[in-house]
């Protein structure tokens, strides 16, 4: 396999710590941003001289561009760009403060969002690269209690797939990584919850949120498994624009998307007719 240079955000926990740990074992370079100088130099322990980390909050759009620049001539071409950085916000739509919403889409949208963009015209001048985002088997399928953060995994998943379509003339691939549950501490410290004030819904959310604390530490994923899968697509020569991880999550999407298909088909004959008799077809 040919050495790479990676760059992936939000390294120090999570998928974004296996993703890292994959690509190193694999003899790749690696650059990984964290939040604090503790989580820098653990991260640059996992293989000194391989592993190099930034402070980064991907929030801070000028230094997302900064840190990127800065990488592009300090370690190299970037070959492989993970957009991982965010968290969980969990609540119902009704009880999520509209502020807490616009924080989970300023972390999981835009966040991932401000990184590619600057990542991109590097590898668009080189004509290669392979551009990569985190969503979510919740970019795909929706669950009570997580519609703000299905929301930012929806709106990620479009980001990506208009993208792949525009840069694909250059070379440059797209993969949007739409993990399952997995053993990582997304449901625990990675988690924010908002505060439950409505008791209609107590029936439906309570048993929801229980049983995702419970789950916690005990999930079906395995991290080191998700970071070997993604290594292997980021050496073919035509890897997916989606790549699912996880096989609840093969189930529940897959699910998802046939109720979709047959809502389409069933009312068919209705979206039809409000065309004009003539007009241009897209």
Not at 24 to 38: I, K, M, P
Not at 41 to 51: D, N, T, V, Y
Not at 84 to 100: D, H, Q, V
Not at 226 to 250: K, N, T, Y
């Amino acid at each position: 396999m040919q050495r790479q240079n990676w760059l992936i955000t939000g390294v120090s926990t999570g998928l974004g710590r296996a993703f890292a740990q994959a690509a190193l074992a694999a003899g790749h370079t690696v650059v990984g941003t964290v939040r604090s100088e503790a989580d820098l130099r653990a991260f640059e322990g996992l293989k000194p001289g391989c592993a190099r980390g930034r402070i980064l909050d991907v929030t801070d759009d000028h230094a997302v561009s900064d840190v990127i620049t800065e990488v592009e001539r300090g370690v190299g071409p970037l070959d492989v760009v993970i957009a991982n950085a965010g968290y969980g916000l969990e609540g119902t739509f009704e009880e999520t403060p509209l502020a807490e919403v616009r924080r989970q889409f300023e972390i999981n949208v835009f966040g991932a969002v401000a990184t590619l963009q600057a990542a991109l015209p590097h590898m668009r001048r080189r004509r290669r690269g392979h551009l990569m985002a985190v969503t979510s088997m919740g970019g795909l399928m929706a669950v009570p209690g997580m519609s703000a953060y299905c929301g930012s995994k929806f709106a990620l998943e479009g980001v990506l797939e208009a993208l792949g379509k525009e840069v694909a003339q250059f070379g440059i691939h797209v993969t949007a990584i739409e993990p399952g549950s997995f053993r990582t501490d997304w449901a625990g410290r990675s988690m924010t919850r908002a505060a439950r004030t409505i008791d209609d819904y107590d029936e439906l959310f309570d048993p929801l949120r229980e049983a995702r604390q419970k789950a916690s530490g005990n999930q079906l994923g395995n991290p080191a498994k998700a970071g070997e899968a993604v290594v292997r697509i980021a050496s073919v020569d035509q890897p997916p624009a989606h790549l699912v991880l996880g096989s609840d999550a093969l189930r529940l999407v897959t699910a998802a998307r046939t109720a979709v298909d047959e809502d389409i088909r069933a009312w068919e004959t209705l979206s039809r007719t409000t065309d004009f008799d003539e007009g241009a077809q897209l």
